[in-house]
């Protein structure tokens, strides 16, 4: 089956998020909405007292959303197939273990440990680790599947050894508990996630149980010496896993309940067509899902909770009647996945107070739902540019079919190549011109991501775990 393009550009959106922050400058005289909410200007110390959301924090969740959309699509081939239960749980217990081994060796060998060495080694250092990241995670392109295999195997094996040697070598130290957590989460997320879609993949209703089930018992955990709490709490291997890393799954298995309703659509033939005037009504549902997630980023972060609220439910009033009115094929899609997403954002906003309000860090119950809902907006409105308008942003889109590659291109890639050519020099000069300079830097560094992943997605060379 064919790559869903709204799938991947949700993902692309959270890998150039993540570049954007994180190579953007920390300039104190940037607005505090450019900074993740609880680590605001002018001192940007963590701060778990702050309520309220930012860009910044839709990054993640968007990611989450996208990788249990992307489930069923994988699973249900498999499924079609004929693989059993224990197949995939191998194949998904695999996937964690190369997540994890991703996850430890990405937090040992980034460059800005490599403090000993003159900043040309440590390029030309951190250029070998990335090579080893292509022989482990890359899928080439007619190559037999079992030398794809060994090559795979052999990088692996030389990026142990190479993280091994960053002690007796470059006087570094290596730590399993040193890690990635980004990839580390995505790890457990992909193993469970995998686990709990292929178990509930004839009943939907079950997997909703399960969403409240893990939501209930992380509010829980709030008590002081429950059994939730000691639960919750629980890390019999704090390095690799830890109980709490659950709670992202209120947002993955969301995902996949998209997924299913995107993959069982795309399974059925077009019956009906567009009546007259559908056009114009997916014209304002596009305008008013924009509208809805400009008010809510607007209004979470400025704590106008009130009127957030309250047009928040005059718009989804005024959706829902459009939605009610679209009868095609793909009207259907579009009306379910919006009834899903104003399900959510009603869950979200309900419980918005808890907790002092919504946030990242900690993570609130209102912070998985709501951004549940604001991912599935950024959703419905690529399904309708891309099969009504046929409006598609294929460079983007590749970074989020290749998401792991555009990962690492920004740090163990494009930041060696900016240092050896020596245009790291002007690139920081320009960041230093002024705040917004500052954020082009970011700015800069994702649009070098782009044009590395592009040529090489279109040429099929993937990375897998």
């Not at 069923?72 to 217990?93: C, N, W």
Request: with cysteine; glycine share 6%.
């Amino acid at each position: 089956m064919k790559r869903v393009a709204a799938i991947d550009l949700l993902r692309a959106f959270a890998i150039i998020g993540m570049v954007v922050s994180g190579q953007m400058l920390w300039n104190v005289e940037l607005p505090a909405f450019m900074f993740h909410a609880q680590v605001p200007p002018p001192t940007f110390v963590f701060n778990p007292d702050v309520a309220g959301i930012t860009w910044v924090d839709l990054v993640f969740p968007f990611f989450l959303i996208s990788m249990g959309a992307a489930m069923p699509f994988a699973l249900r081939r498999r499924e079609e197939r004929g693989a059993t239960t224990l197949q995939v749980a191998g194949s998904a217990l695999h996937r964690f273990v190369w997540l994890a081994s991703f996850a430890i060796i990405l937090g040992n060998t980034r460059m800005g440990v490599l403090t000993t060495l003159q900043p040309w080694a440590a390029s030309l250092v951190t250029l070998g680790i990335w090579v080893l990241f292509f022989a482990m995670f890359v899928r080439v392109p007619n190559l037999d599947r079992r030398k794809n295999t060994i090559l795979n195997w052999v990088g692996f094996a030389l990026l142990i050894v190479a993280t091994m040697l960053y002690k007796p070598l470059f006087g570094v130290e290596v730590s399993l508990y040193r890690s990635d957590v980004i990839i580390m989460i995505l790890a457990s997320m992909a193993l469970f996630g995998t686990l709990l879609w292929w178990l509930t993949r004839a009943s939907v209703m079950t997997r909703v149980v399960i969403i409240a089930a893990v939501a209930m018992l992380k509010t829980a955990s709030a008590v002081d010496g429950s059994w939730c709490q000691w639960l919750w709490q629980l890390s019999p291997a704090e390095w690799v896993f830890r109980f709490e890393y659950l709670k992202y799954l209120c947002v993955v298995l969301t995902g996949t309940i998209i997924g299913d309703a995107i993959y069982s659509h795309l399974q059925l033939t077009p019956q009906q067509k567009e009546t007259q005037g559908e056009g114009v009504r997916l014209t304002l549902l596009i305008v008013q899902l924009v509208s809805l997630f400009v008010v809510l980023l607007w209004g979470l972060f400025v704590r106008k909770i009130g009127l957030t609220v309250a047009v928040s439910a005059v718009v989804c009033c005024s959706i829902g009647w459009v939605i009610n009115n679209l009868t095609s094929h793909d009207g259907r899609l579009y009306r379910t996945l919006c009834l899903v997403m104003i399900a959510l954002l009603a869950i979200g906003l309900i419980t918005e107070p808890l907790d002092g309000g919504i946030k990242k860090d900690h993570a609130t119950l209102s912070y998985y739902f709501t951004t549940s809902a604001m991912a599935i907006m950024v959703i419905v409105v690529a399904l309708i540019a891309e099969r009504r308008y046929g409006v598609r942003l294929r460079a983007l889109e590749a970074c989020g079919a290749n998401p792991m590659f555009a990962y690492t291109a920004s740090g163990y890639l494009l930041t060696p190549l900016l240092t050896l050519t020596s245009l790291s020099v002007l690139v920081d000069k320009f960041a230093n011109l002024g705040p917004w300079c500052a954020f082009g830097r970011g700015v800069l560094f994702a649009l070098l991501v782009i044009a590395v992943t592009y040529p090489l997605t279109r040429r099929n060379y993937y990375w897998k775990s």
